[in-house]
DNA sequence: ACTGGTGATCGCATTCGATGCTAATTCGCA
DNA sequence: TGCGAATTAGCATCGAATGCGATCACCAGT
């Protein structure tokens, strides 16, 4: 396999991509006629900012440091509704579970075999690539996953 | 987005890519020891010229409709010893259960929105991609999935 | 062919992530 | 402030997959 690694590596380290602001979140919810509680409120806060690929059990955790007693099932529910609303995605891996990410901007994924590490990468040229197979298929999406091992494993 | 739909289409078509046959199947078992019970090579046959993405369900139900009594157990056991030893490969999705792929050529995959079917397709110039966010991972695989809707669906 | 030993089979229990259900609660609008 | 509708939280349930172990059977060596 080989895979052109680009120049602009460092410019997109920089940018930092995350869910919409809390009170951006709040409006849409309300859009929705979705009630906006603190449990939800405090997860948009969670989900702010948040740069990695986080599970449900781990906001959970996260979320009961700050409000103890919220539960694991309104912590899905919540994910759920935004996820539904395309405020934010998840993908599933072999062996794991789901990853929510706050990150909806177009990108890809490099996933470490060892320790399951999830991380952006951003793929150019993407309109080169020829395929063949489609016959009737209408594609409207593609998402990369590269494994490999990462740099604490390595 | 924009995808190049290769003029080579119909030939990939024609090829069909399976699991290796029965006998070769039978001697990688014996080199490691591994019995060749009539379970197996029930499930060899089943596999061999299958060129979908079977979940282990699926092949239970061949399986039995041929040995009543095979367990999904079994099953799931044989699968997963083929998989280790790279004759087969298993595929994950969101929402539902493992596809085994008896095909281990190197490919991508097409999977309808609506009713998840699954079809193999084969990227040309992969190495066109310029990648980048990898900073430390060393990447060994690639596998694109492209999501869309099926003639049927469509 | 027989036999011993190691690996396989199969059914049952168990795990784990995720969702269904619902009484009690709370949000949000009037 | 009060009402109706949505939400919460806890527990039950589900589905896919694996752990376990008594019994079975493949197969190498005789
Ligand atoms: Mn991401
Ligand atoms: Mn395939
Ligand atoms: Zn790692
Ligand atoms: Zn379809």
Redesign the interface.
């Known amino acids: ?6 120049c ?2 460092e ?3 920089d940018s930092i991509f995350s869910v919409r602001s809390p009170e951006v979140l709040t409006s849409e919810f309300r859009a929705r006629s979705l009630k906006v509680t603190p449990q939800r409120q405090l997860l948009f806060r969670l989900l702010h900012g948040h740069t990695g690929h986080p599970t449900a059990e781990a906001l959970y955790a996260e979320a009961s440091a700050q409000m103890p007693g919220i539960s694991l099932r309104t912590v899905y529910q919540t994910l759920n509704d935004l996820v539904s609303m395309g405020e934010l995605s ?1 993908l ?3 062996g794991s579970s ?1 990853r929510f990410d706050p990150n909806v901007d177009d990108h ?1 994924h ?1 996933r ?2 060892e320790c399951g590490e999830l ?33 604490d494993c ?1």
Chains 1, 2 share one sequence.
């Open positions: 396999m080989l895979i052109r690694t680009s602009r590596q410019s997109f380290a998840s599933q891996f072999a789901t890809h490099a470490c075999d991380r952006d990468v951003y793929v150019d040229h993407f309109d080169s690539l020829l395929v063949s197979g489609f016959a009737g298929f209408t594609p409207e999406r593609a998402s990369i996953v590269f494994g490999g091992v990462c740099a390595g």
